[in-house]
């Protein structure tokens, strides 16, 4: 890394709600040359440095003045960096705080954090001075937003890291009878400040709602309408006195006289004798028959046959009518793409999830605040691993007939169409925002010119196979730009997207468009020329 002031303007020092500067970066390093080059750089960006050189230490600082962000080498003495990881966003004082690793190699690739979503960003050694920069104070802008955020969306954001950390098992719910429902989920121990369970179940809905998960039917409870719980014991009663003090007896009709009592009635000795007319009863279905049982109350004595159906909780001892139970619906969860970038921005908001675009609500999509920014660490992280980066913008012509045949909620149904059109053909680390009603732009890591015509492809194809609910009165039209590594300047590259037709900023880079119009498939004309240089992925 060089040494040396960056250029550039000086960090903001803004406080953040709690008190603590989103200036303030905390650096866990063991080695004291690295702890020293982290200072000089980051004094000089206008960052305020505090350093730890094992992990407790680390974390007794963290806790003690939260910083705007951490950066935290792997490779520790005692208590590893993985470990720190965890412990971080286990607290509630720095489940949010954005978590910079640096490492010797790729943290996913080389297993250290296999699985892990513990962490916000990733840089390797050897790195640029410019390269930790962009990071840093992409994650501190992050920050700033995360401290904005209430403490019931900060306790939903780390639902989403604790189920992105354990696995996709973390949110089924398994067999519990020390909870109210009678079900929990692994993530629950997870999470930090202790939420009740019904405020963890309230929040599982709330994330689903806002389409961070994606909940699937599990089980059906009936719970207590007093205290909620799950453990509620159904009990026949008497219809006259309510008893549960019941007994089935034998019933005996004699035909001749009609008497119906219980066959203990009737017994002499090895005879049946009616106890009305005295008459012997010797042969069933001629002299008598046996007729459906029947219930006898111990208490008052009374017999029937339907009795009433009481309920009793076990836990607050109230006893109410079996209507009166409430049906509790247990579901187990599994994190949309949503949910991982709300996991990643660390702000719901940043995530997809009901950004308002010019007065139009869509799902799935990122604003354009955000998009910025994680263009930014796309072309940092581009330039880093010398591979290119594709913006497809998806242009949607037809709003303005759709609007005038169905106003604003015919308008923002197709444009949800549209989004579940375009997330079904392409990967989760493809990232979708709406830089206005009329067009949506798609970031595509490590892809070229060619992986751009493709996916341009297969979203004409979706789109052609799902032309209902309002799809069949807008077109579609495709371009896309593809930027080289050695240029790290994300304003520039999405101003080129949002030219029509679109330019590159290098001679590197390759434009095309394509139109799906209203009842036929074209496919997107492949580029022409050279691609750029950077390996491609497939898809």
Request: glycine share 8%; proline share 7%.
């Given at each position: 890394?060089?040494?040396g002031?960056?250029?550039?303007?000086?960090?903001?020092?803004?406080?953040?709600?709690d008190?603590?500067?989103?200036?303030?970066?905390?650096?866990i390093?063991?080695?004291?040359?690295?702890?020293?080059?982290?200072?000089?750089c980051?004094?000089?960006?206008?960052?305020?440095?505090?350093?730890?050189r094992?992990?407790?230490?680390?974390?007794?600082?963290a806790?003690?003045?939260?910083?705007?962000?951490?950066?935290?080498?792997?490779?520790?003495?005692g208590?590893?960096?993985?470990?720190v990881?965890?412990?971080?966003?286990?607290?509630?004082?720095?489940?949010?705080?954005p978590?910079l690793?640096?490492?010797?190699?790729?943290?996913?690739?080389?297993?250290?954090?296999?699985?892990?979503?513990?962490?916000d960003?990733?840089?390797?050694?050897?790195?640029?001075?410019?390269?930790?920069m962009?990071?840093?104070?992409?994650?501190?802008?992050?920050?700033?937003?995360?401290?904005?955020?209430?403490p019931?969306?900060?306790?939903?954001l780390?639902?989403?890291?604790?189920?992105l950390?354990?696995?996709?098992d973390?949110?089924?719910?398994?067999?519990?009878?020390?909870?109210?429902?009678?079900?929990?989920?692994?993530?629950?121990?997870?999470?930090?400040?202790?939420?009740?369970?019904s405020?963890?179940?309230?929040?599982l809905?709330?994330?689903a709602?806002?389409g961070?998960?994606?909940?699937?039917?599990?089980?059906?409870?009936?719970?207590?309408p007093?205290?909620?719980?799950?453990?509620?014991h159904?009990?026949?009663?008497?219809?006259?006195?309510?008893?549960?003090?019941?007994?089935?007896?034998?019933?005996?009709?004699h035909?001749?006289?009609?008497?119906?009592?219980?066959?203990?009635?009737?017994?002499?000795?090895?005879?049946l004798?009616?106890?009305?007319?005295e008459?012997?009863?010797?042969?069933?279905?001629i002299?008598?028959?046996?007729?459906?049982?029947?219930?006898?109350?111990?208490?008052?004595?009374?017999?029937?046959?339907?009795?009433?159906?009481?309920?009793?909780?076990?836990n607050?001892?109230?006893?109410?009518?079996?209507?009166?139970?409430?049906?509790?619906?247990?579901?187990?969860?599994?994190?949309?793409?949503?949910?991982?970038?709300?996991a990643?921005?660390?702000?719901?908001?940043?995530?997809?999830?009901?950004?308002?675009?010019?007065?139009?609500?869509?799902?799935?999509?990122?604003?354009?605040?955000?998009?910025?920014?994680?263009?930014?660490?796309?072309?940092?992280?581009?330039?880093?691993?010398?591979?290119?980066i594709a913006?497809?913008?998806?242009?949607?012509?037809?709003?303005?007939?759709v609007?005038?045949?169905?106003?604003q909620?015919?308008?923002?149904?197709?444009?949800?169409?549209?989004?579940?059109?375009?997330?079904s053909?392409?990967?989760?680390?493809d990232?979708?925002?709406?830089?206005?009603?009329?067009?949506?732009v798609?970031?595509?890591p490590?892809?070229?010119?060619?992986?751009?015509?493709?996916?341009?492809?297969?979203?004409?194809?979706?789109?052609?196979?799902?032309?209902?609910?309002?799809?069949?009165?807008?077109?579609?039209?495709?371009a896309?730009?593809?930027?080289?590594?050695e240029?790290?300047?994300?304003?520039?590259?999405?101003?080129h997207?949002?030219?029509?037709?679109?330019?590159?900023?290098?001679?590197?880079?390759?434009?095309?468009?394509?139109?799906?119009?209203?009842?036929?498939?074209?496919?997107?004309?492949?580029?022409?020329?050279?691609?750029?240089?950077?390996?491609?992925?497939?898809r």
């Open positions: 890394m060089t040494e002031p960056a250029a550039g303007s000086r960090a903001p020092q803004r406080p953040a709600p008190g603590s500067s989103l200036s303030h970066v905390l650096v390093d063991d080695e004291a040359e690295m702890l020293r080059l982290f200072r000089v980051l004094t000089a960006r206008g960052y305020r440095v505090t350093t730890a094992d992990g407790e230490a680390g974390l007794e600082l806790e003690l003045e939260p910083p705007g962000i951490v950066i935290l080498d792997l490779m520790l003495p208590m590893s960096g993985r470990e990881c965890r412990r971080l966003r286990s607290s509630p004082v720095t489940a949010t705080i978590i690793v640096v490492s010797g190699e790729d943290p996913v690739e080389g297993g250290a954090l296999v699985g892990s979503q513990d962490f960003d990733f840089i390797t050694k050897p790195f640029r001075h410019d390269e930790l962009a990071r840093v104070d992409a994650l501190v802008q992050r920050g700033g937003q995360t401290a904005h955020v209430g019931d969306e900060q306790r939903r780390q639902i989403l890291r604790s189920a950390r354990l696995g996709r973390s949110l089924i719910p398994h067999y519990d009878s020390r909870t109210p429902s009678g079900y929990a989920y692994p993530a629950t121990a997870e999470i930090a400040a202790g939420p009740t369970h405020d963890f179940l309230a929040d809905e709330v994330l709602e806002q961070h998960l994606e909940a699937t039917f599990h089980d059906a409870v009936l719970t207590c007093a205290c909620g719980h799950h453990d509620v159904f009990r026949e009663v008497c219809l006259d006195c309510g008893s549960a003090d019941l007994e089935t007896e034998e019933m005996i009709h035909y001749r006289c009609s008497h119906v009592g219980p066959i203990r009635e009737f017994r002499k000795g090895r005879n004798v009616c106890p009305k007319c008459g012997t009863l010797r042969h069933i279905g002299d008598y028959q046996k007729p459906a049982d029947a219930l006898r109350c111990r208490s008052c004595g009374r017999f029937f046959q339907d009795p009433d159906v009481a309920a009793r909780c076990r607050c001892n109230q006893t109410f009518p079996a209507e009166n139970v409430q049906r509790k619906r247990i579901c187990s969860y599994a994190v949309t793409p949503a949910g991982q970038a709300a990643a921005g660390g702000h719901p908001a940043s995530a997809p999830g009901g950004a308002r675009q010019d007065g139009v609500e869509v799902d799935e999509v990122y604003r354009l605040k955000f998009l910025r920014e994680l263009i930014q660490q796309e072309v940092a992280r581009s330039a880093a691993e010398d591979q290119s913006l497809l913008r998806v242009g949607v012509r037809g709003l303005d007939v609007f005038r045949e169905g106003g909620p015919a308008v923002q149904r197709v444009l949800r169409g549209l989004v579940h059109t375009i997330r053909a392409t990967r989760v680390e990232k979708l925002a709406q830089l206005r009603p009329e067009a949506f798609l970031v595509i490590g892809a070229d010119a060619r992986t751009a015509a493709g996916v341009a492809r297969r979203i004409a194809e979706t789109f052609v196979q799902n032309r209902e609910g309002g799809l069949e009165k807008v077109a579609l039209s495709y896309w730009v593809v930027h080289p590594g240029v790290a300047d994300a304003d520039r590259l999405l101003d997207i949002l030219k029509d037709p679109p330019s590159g900023p290098t001679a590197a880079t390759r434009t095309a468009s394509a139109d799906a119009a209203p009842g036929e498939r074209r496919e997107p004309p492949r580029a022409r020329g050279k691609q750029p240089a950077g390996p491609r992925r497939a």
